[in-house]
């Protein structure tokens, strides 16, 4: 037990809203009982469902950054990547450098390609290869396309040069065609066929072959303003036609110059001196001495024609030949 104290108010402690005797003894009896409860602990942390989800996603993202390493570390391996590039691709200080056959699915921009010193670039597509120039504007001047069927090339100019000094073996425009090489041969079994006229200052053949021209349906025309000349240096110089041939010198005159000049096929006359008209010759008689010295007659409209040669001549415009041809 708790000693009882006393305390003297005084009168002056008596005044409204004073604490009473008793109030103060049971506010200090209060104060001095010993404490027996409890002192309370609150815990500080993540605890429950909280803390199970929390460790569910770290361990996920731990299980995806080694998954992420794994296939980082997979790519490198099959991309071959080394501190020069990426498999077959070699960063140099001259560009890039690939080895090997190479597929690109998407436009490539580059300013030069060129294949190593002892193998040739090839490029390769299913369908065709297209080669595009553009000028600053980005209109497109020239292309060139190599496809199944053909190669096409449009441009303003198309030349191919020879490789040692540079000159023009072929050139096309919208104008003319021109072959710079030192001879053009045709292969063909047909020959060369042109369209148009041929303008050319010189014809020859191949040695040892024979120059044939030839126009199995139409007519063959040279002309040249100052003269045609055909030449066979060392072989014979033949023109066959099947109807007429014809040699016409408007200003001029026609001169054949030979050893030797033979007319054959030239029909032959005969000559009676008591009718003084010519006959076709038929089989000679054998009695009749065989004549071996004829004339060469000419009829007003210009055919030809032998007759047997006499004392003196033995021509006759009224001749049957004339008459009738």
């Not at 815990?43 to 993202?61: H, Q, S, T």
């Not at 496809?147 to 096409?152: F, H, I, N, P, R």
């Not at 072959?209 to 025309?221: A, C, F, G, I, Y």
Request: hydrophobic share 35%.
């Amino acid at each position: 037990q708790m000693d009882e104290k006393w305390i003297i108010i005084s009168e002056e402690d008596r005044r409204p809203g004073a604490m009473t005797r008793e109030q103060y003894i049971l506010a200090t009896q209060q104060n001095s009982l010993p404490r027996t409860e409890h002192p309370q602990f609150y815990p500080v942390g993540i605890y429950g469902w909280r803390k199970r989800c929390l460790y569910f996603f770290v361990l996920l993202l731990l299980v995806t950054m080694i998954v992420n390493l794994a296939m980082t570390i997979w790519i490198l391996k099959v991309m071959n990547f080394t501190v020069d590039g990426m498999g077959n691709l070699r960063v140099t200080k001259k560009g890039i450098r690939l080895e090997g056959i190479s597929e690109f699915l998407l436009p490539l921009y580059v300013k030069e390609i060129h294949s190593r010193k002892d193998s040739p670039l090839v490029l390769q597509s299913d369908r065709n290869v297209t080669v595009n120039a553009r000028n600053h504007m980005g209109q497109l001047t020239g292309q060139l396309t190599v496809g199944a069927d053909a190669v096409e090339a449009q441009c303003k100019r198309f030349e191919v040069r020879a490789s040692d000094d540079g000159k023009v073996l072929f050139s096309a425009d919208e104008d003319e065609i021109v072959i710079g090489a030192d001879r053009l041969k045709v292969t063909g079994t047909e020959g060369a066929v042109f369209g148009h006229s041929v303008e050319t200052p010189h014809i020859r053949a191949e040695p040892s072959q024979d120059l044939k021209l030839e126009s199995p349906t139409r007519s063959l025309v040279m002309e040249a303003p100052r003269g045609v000349q055909v030449s066979a240096a060392a072989g014979d110089l033949k023109a066959t036609c099947r109807k007429e041939l014809h040699l016409q010198s408007t200003e001029g005159e026609i001169f054949l110059n030979a050893d030797t000049i033979r007319l054959g096929n030239l029909p032959m006359g005969s000559f009676s001196s008591s009718s003084s008209s010519f006959s076709s010759s038929s089989s000679p008689s054998s009695s009749a001495p065989r004549q071996t010295i004829y004339e060469l007659c000419a009829c007003p409209n210009g055919k030809l024609y032998l007759s047997p040669a006499g004392a003196g001549s033995t021509c006759q415009s009224s001749s049957n030949i004339c008459l009738w041809s």
